[in-house]
């Protein structure tokens, strides 16, 4: 069993940043692809970023593109998720996930972490 815990949420400007930081146990870390997802009030999880094994390929979702940038140190066992020119939109609970391949859907993840709330003012 794999537990996934997620740091790094909080209240934050519109224009602010923030990074997300989400460290594994065991010992599978660096053999598995990590992403984010997102879920807000009264919507579905949705994608956000992902990436492989090594870090060397990544994918976003459209929304994010250009704003966000998710990073691994397989040394640590942590995947970060930085996010710049946060908006409103922004506002949701961020999941970390362990998947099956690196292009992720809500149906290619082993293991989800508990969330960490991310709120953008205006």
């Known amino acids: 069993q794999v537990q996934l815990v997620e740091s790094g949420g909080g209240v934050v400007q519109a224009g602010g940043s923030l990074r997300l930081s989400c460290t594994a146990s065991g010992r599978t870390f660096s053999t598995y692809p990590m992403g984010w997802f997102r879920q807000a009030p009264g919507k579905d999880r949705e994608f956000v970023a992902s990436i492989n094994l090594t870090g060397a390929s990544t994918y976003y979702a459209d929304s994010v593109k250009g704003r966000a940038t998710i990073s691994r140190d397989n040394a640590k066992n942590t995947v970060y998720l930085q996010m710049n020119s946060l908006k409103p939109e922004d506002t949701a609970v961020y999941y970390c996930?362990?998947?099956?391949?690196?292009?992720?859907?809500?149906?290619?993840?082993?293991?989800w972490g508990q969330g960490t709330q991310v709120t953008v003012s205006s």
């Open positions: 996930a362990s998947g099956w391949t690196t292009r992720m859907d809500l149906h290619s993840i082993r293991y």
